[in-house]
């Protein structure tokens, strides 16, 4: 993936304006944003190509599709097979995403499941697959934040930045 490069307030601006706006066309933001059209269009077309403006699908809940279940599983994987094993899971339509991560396991597999019984079997095929060592399973009993930038692109379009703020 491309470096996204330093995002400025103008550019936070138009992130947040397509957030709150998904359908807007490139003039409307403009207009919205306080810009031409052409900084509009050049600025939309370099988030996206550096990466920083992810794509435009629309998002289907799980739920919708029958998965009313989330669980996240943490994952023991055998040195040197972490790519071969994270190729595996992306072949498993149940999991959603896959992070790997510092601290006793290596992955963090977020999954969805019809029923207690079909988590059963997601979770025993993320086990079967070779490179596996061992796994734990935690069930998602309430979500309660949902997955959000809109509050982080907020703050950068007011002039925020991302450097640490001073403890204490």
Known sequence: ???????D???ARIL?????????????IADRAGISRNTAQSRIARLEASGALDSFERRVTP???GYPLTAFVTTQVTQ???????AALAEIPEVLQVHGISG????????VAADAEDLYR????ILAIPGVERTNTSLVMRRLVDYRIAPLVRHRA?????TRRPSG
């Open 1 to 7: 993936m491309p470096s996204a490069g330093p995002i």
């Open 9 to 11: 307030s103008i550019d």
């Open 16 to 28: 947040l304006l397509l957030f709150e706006h998904p359908r807007a066309t490139t003039i409307a």
């Open 63 to 65: 739920e919708a599709l």
């Open 80 to 86: 040197r097979r972490l790519h071969e094993v994270a």
């Open 104 to 111: 006793p396991v290596d992955l963090l597999v977020h999954v």
């Open 122 to 125: 997601v979770a025993g095929q």
């Open 158 to 162: 007011t002039g925020g930045s991302a």
